[in-house]
């Protein structure tokens, strides 16, 4: 159960992180639809990278189907530095261990997610590449010290 908290707290933070940073003019939050096609397209058709998925047809639900994958992915993530931090010993519930954790774990969008959903690696199939990348790249960062502070305190 405090695995699961620490999960839909440290979610919520970048949620809330993005909808700030959209209310202060900036991009626009994930759209967790696409998420959601994205992974029913793997189970009706068996395709992973979709170079397409902008333009395929919408399924029912998919919004709220990329909502929960998104908040099971963060999830894992919480599960991953548990295991980095109790079994391993190789990181620590402090702000920098989880900065670092959040920075490195940004290379699955980068290199998974993003060209899975057609982005390209890199997000280099987007208008503004850079931006994406560093934009995953903040909030990562401030998941990964969310997870460690969300540790420490609970």
Same mark, same amino acid.
């Given at each position: 159960?405090?695995?699961?908290?620490i999960?839909?707290l440290?979610?919520?933070v =970048?949620d809330?992180w993005?909808?700030i940073?959209?209310?202060?003019?900036?991009? /626009? +939050?994930?759209?967790?639809?696409? =998420?959601g096609?994205w992974?029913?397209?793997?189970?009706?058709?068996?395709?992973?990278?979709?170079?397409?998925?902008?333009?395929?047809?919408?399924?029912?639900?998919?919004?709220?189907? %990329?909502w &929960?994958?998104?908040y099971?992915v %963060?999830?894992?993530y &919480?599960i991953a530095?548990?295991?980095?931090?109790?079994?391993c %010993?190789?990181?620590?519930?402090?702000?920098?261990?989880?900065?670092?954790f959040?920075?490195i774990s940004?290379? &699955? +969008?980068?290199?998974?997610?993003? +060209?899975?959903?057609?982005?390209g =690696?890199?997000a280099?199939?987007?208008?503004?590449?850079?931006?994406?990348?560093?934009?995953?790249?903040?909030?990562?960062?401030?998941?990964?010290v969310?997870?460690?502070?969300l540790?420490? /305190?609970?």
């Amino acid at each position: 159960m405090y695995l699961i908290l620490i999960s839909f707290l440290s979610v919520g933070v =970048i949620d809330l992180w993005q909808r700030i940073v959209h209310g202060l003019g900036g991009s /626009a +939050p994930t759209d967790w639809a696409i =998420i959601g096609r994205w992974l029913l397209m793997i189970f009706s058709h068996r395709i992973i990278v979709n170079t397409q998925l902008q333009e395929t047809d919408a399924y029912s639900n998919e919004r709220a189907i %990329g909502w &929960v994958f998104h908040y099971f992915v %963060g999830g894992v993530y &919480v599960i991953a530095y548990v295991i980095l931090w109790k079994i391993c %010993g190789i990181i620590s519930t402090t702000i920098w261990d989880g900065f670092v954790f959040g920075a490195i774990s940004v290379v &699955v +969008p980068w290199f998974f997610f993003m +060209p899975a959903i057609g982005a390209g =690696i890199l997000a280099r199939k987007t208008a503004n590449p850079v931006f994406v990348c560093i934009s995953a790249f903040a909030t990562h960062s401030i998941f990964g010290v969310s997870i460690a502070l969300l540790l420490k /305190a609970i």
